[in-house]
Nanobody, 124 residues
């Protein structure tokens, strides 16, 4: 019943910034863990960043640390991924995912709800 809709992707130059957004319908994020994954063509989907909505705990993949920030907007029931210093290797479809509970996990199979993705392309 929960639907997640991502937005904010686009084509940018290396070094640019983007802010991705994930809005939820059907229920709030209050009892969930929310994460961003990404998948490049022909590659496996990989964890980027995650957050416990209730506790505020966050966790980042090594590739994202220092460049990406996951945050929430309670009023809009939306989670954001602020990306800076983008690199060509960041090019992928970015997916928002959510699961019940407060533990941030890194495996795709642990997340129950998924958005359809928003494409990010970073040119050199």
């Amino acid at each position: 019943q929960v639907q997640l809709i991502e937005s904010g992707g686009g084509l940018v130059q290396a070094g640019d910034s983007l802010r991705l957004s994930c809005a939820a319908s059907g229920r709030t994020f209050s009892s969930t863990t929310v994460a961003w994954f990404r998948q490049a063509p022909g590659k496996a989907r990989e964890f980027v960043a995650g957050a416990s909505w209730r506790t505020g705990s966050t966790y980042y993949a090594e590739s994202a640390k220092g460049r990406f920030t996951i945050s929430r907007d309670n009023a809009k029931n939306t989670v954001h991924l602020q990306m800076s210093s983008l690199k060509p290797e960041d090019t992928a479809i970015y997916y928002c995912a959510a699961r019940g509970g407060t533990v941030i996990v890194l495996t795709t199979t642990d997340y129950n709800y998924w958005g359809q993705g928003t494409q990010v392309a970073v040119s050199s």
